[in-house]
């Protein structure tokens, strides 16, 4: 392999601040947001949104001008405007889980369900700037995994008529990729990544066209039913509603009442390379997204401008690493060597939810509230959608999701930190040996 040497680290390097994180690569490279005011007084809508990532944003591009939405902090903020923008088909689980888990009915309901939302992604993709690219690869990081990857494109085609995926051997996955740490994976031309706050961005505008309000900075503290009406409390007002759709991933609080105990809050956590110059050549050509089998996921891709965006490592507890850089660079050397010197100009986390099944929960907790949070890192494609299905009161497809078990972690809300992380730390050890 050829091509210029990388530019060397500049640990002296001190990146702005922005609203949506510390040194996050997609604040500085997004266009200029004007912020919706905070809500000060009284209001009053159909239906209050909380939360303004994609699923609160879906939620208010389908009501317009019925909606009123409600955020604690930005537009985009958490995972939605700090996440890998990577793009995966399908639903967070594979077909031949869903089966077992829900019966073959439902899972071909579920995979209905998740290529209407993909529909529906293109849509957006076409109408809003968000450096759309197609491809995603699943990369194998143990070997004789051939038989598995062949039958579960055996299976996607056959069974639910999907003919995107196609399995890449070693070789061919080491010159596309421009390193040999794999051991071969799958091609899904059905993916791919995007920009993911330029996206919600651009979610947002549209629903403040359609009439929908947003109130930046105004965190929604409470809520109770006064006769046939929803009050929702912020600080400095209150919106008295009908209807009542709580999101917020790994931010929800004792609003969302069980979900609580479903949805976990884990921090992720990314990099990104000064440009690489004529090596960005040699790495991903196909300019796809890659992710690999990991339980802790290494997933990565290029920039327009020919950086690498690496996201590797997470922590289960609150707060952030120090060094976030030094964290995720341990991963990208493990996978790019030659990239170990390299220069980091960005690196900041993000919180996301996830459930102990890996699927969304999404249920009515109380009459006229529902919540949909835990998507686990695969809420960029499906998130938008659920939340037109929250707008829209589609009650069949709803139903449907509430069939997908999402059982409380153990311990419940208080004590399922402590149990679940010492889980997923054993699962995390075995990525090394």
């Not at 604690?72 to 077992?100: I, P, S, Y």
Request: proline content about 7%.
């Amino acid at each position: 392999m050829t091509g210029e040497p990388p530019h060397p680290r500049t640990a002296s390097r001190r990146v702005p601040p922005s609203p949506h994180g510390r040194g996050n690569w997609y604040a500085d490279t997004a266009s200029d947001f004007p912020g919706p005011p905070p809500l000060d007084g009284d209001a009053s809508a159909e239906v209050c949104v909380v939360g303004a990532g994609f699923t609160g944003l879906g939620a208010a591009l389908a009501l317009g001008n019925r909606a009123v939405v409600l955020e604690a902090a930005h537009v985009g903020a958490a995972a939605t405007g700090r996440n890998g923008g990577q793009v995966h088909t399908g639903q967070r689980r594979d077909q031949a889980w869903l089966e077992k888990a829900v019966g073959r009915d439902d899972a071909l309901a579920l995979w209905r369900l998740a290529e209407d939302a993909r529909a529906h992604f293109k849509t957006l993709t076409d109408t809003i700037d968000c450096d759309w690219r197609p491809g995603m690869i699943h990369a194998r990081h143990k070997p004789n995994g051939e038989a598995e990857d062949a039958a579960h494109v055996a299976l996607m085609a056959g069974r639910y008529g999907y003919d995107q995926l196609e399995l890449i051997g070693e070789a061919d996955l080491a010159h596309e990729l421009g390193t040999d740490v794999y051991h071969g994976g799958l091609v899904d031309r059905g993916g791919g990544h995007v920009h993911p706050l330029k996206l919600a961005q651009g979610l947002a505008r549209q629903a403040m066209a359609a009439g929908a309000v947003i109130h930046e900075h105004s965190r929604a503290e409470t809520w109770r039913r006064a006769g046939d009406r929803i009050i929702v409390e912020t600080a400095r007002g209150r919106v008295t509603c009908e209807r009542l759709i709580l999101t917020g991933d790994g931010c929800l609080n004792a609003m969302a009442g069980p979900a609580c105990s479903r949805v976990m809050p884990i921090n992720n956590f990314i990099a990104v390379t000064a440009p690489l110059g004529p090596l960005a050549g040699e790495i991903i050509r196909s300019n796809a997204a890659v992710s690999d089998s990991r339980f802790v996921v290494n997933y990565f891709r290029k920039t327009p401008d020919g950086r690498l965006l690496f996201g590797g490592g997470e922590n289960y507890r609150p707060g952030f690493p120090r060094d976030i850089a030094g964290m995720v660079r341990k991963n990208l050397a493990k996978v790019y060597p030659r990239l170990a010197e390299v220069e980091l100009t960005h690196a900041w986390g993000g919180t996301l939810g996830i459930t102990m099944s890996r699927m969304p929960f999404v249920g009515e907790i109380a009459p006229g509230v529902r919540v949909a949070s835990g998507y686990s890192g695969q809420g960029v494609m499906l998130a938008p959608h659920v939340g037109r299905l929250l707008a829209e009161e589609n009650t069949e497809a709803l139903g449907l999701l509430s069939r997908v078990p999402t059982p409380p972690f153990p311990g419940g809300r208080w004590l399922r930190w402590p149990l679940t992380v010492a889980g997923l730390s054993w699962y995390a050890l075995r990525d090394r040996l």
